[in-house]
Every structure is written in structure tokens, then in C-alpha cells.
């Protein structure tokens, strides 16, 4: 059973927090996730006045790079799938045309 955010340290719960109001960087030719945009995240520490910003920056950042691979890994699987339905049974038609 996957564990609730409840579960984790105070530190944590505020690095997921911080990380979620930190909009997400997509690229817009293939739709891969390229991870958070950084440049808020020194906004949101003032804003919400974090006393420990390199702390909860370590955090956000190991849970970026886990969503990161979960995405990636994710796509992967999903062009995996497509591929092998794609190749899997079925005719390939070949025409000739003669102009």
C-alpha cells in the first residue's frame, strides 16, 4: 500500500507542497516531461515564509526526480505497447502504383 504524504516528516509534507504549486515544464513537440520550473520555488519559500529552504529543496528536488523517471517510465511502456500492437499480427499491404 503506498504510503499517505501524512505519513512523512513535517519537512516533506512541506516539500510536496511547495512542489505542487510549482508549475510543471513540458516539452511541446514530443509531450516528455521535463520536471518542475524552479525559478517559483524561491517565490513560494518567501511567500510562505519556509525557514529551511535548502531543506525542503533537497526534498522537492529527490521527488521531482522520482516523478521524472515514473513519467519516463510510464511513456516508455505506453510506446512499448503501441509498438508491439502496431507489429503484432495483421497484413501488411504494399501497393503498386504505376503512373
Same mark, same amino acid.
Given at each position: 500500500?503506498?504510503? !499517505?504524504?501524512? &505519513? $512523512?516528516? &513535517? &519537512?516533506?509534507?512541506?516539500? $510536496? $507542497?511547495?512542489?505542487?504549486?510549482?508549475?510543471?515544464?513540458? !516539452? /511541446?513537440?514530443? /509531450?516528455?516531461?521535463?520536471?518542475?520550473?524552479?525559478?517559483?520555488?524561491?517565490?513560494?519559500?518567501k511567500l510562505y515564509d519556509i525557514p529551511n529552504p535548502k531543506e525542503i529543496l533537497y526534498f522537492m528536488q529527490?521527488?521531482?526526480?522520482?516523478?521524472?523517471?515514473?513519467? $519516463?517510465? !510510464?511513456?516508455?511502456?505506453?510506446?512499448?505497447?503501441?509498438?508491439?500492437?502496431?507489429?503484432? /499480427? /495483421?497484413?501488411?499491404?504494399?501497393?503498386?502504383?504505376?503512373?
Amino acid at each position: 500500500m503506498p504510503l !499517505d504524504r501524512s &505519513e $512523512f516528516p &513535517e &519537512e516533506v509534507q512541506v516539500a $510536496f $507542497f511547495i512542489s505542487d504549486q510549482i508549475s510543471d515544464n513540458w !516539452d /511541446g513537440m514530443s /509531450g516528455s516531461y521535463l520536471g518542475k520550473n524552479w525559478l517559483q520555488a524561491g517565490q513560494l519559500f518567501k511567500l510562505y515564509d519556509i525557514p529551511n529552504p535548502k531543506e525542503i529543496l533537497y526534498f522537492m528536488q529527490l521527488y521531482d526526480a522520482y516523478l521524472m523517471k515514473k513519467r $519516463f517510465e !510510464d511513456a516508455e511502456r505506453k510506446r512499448e505497447a503501441r509498438e508491439k500492437k502496431h507489429s503484432a /499480427g /495483421g497484413k501488411t499491404y504494399t501497393h503498386n502504383v504505376k503512373g
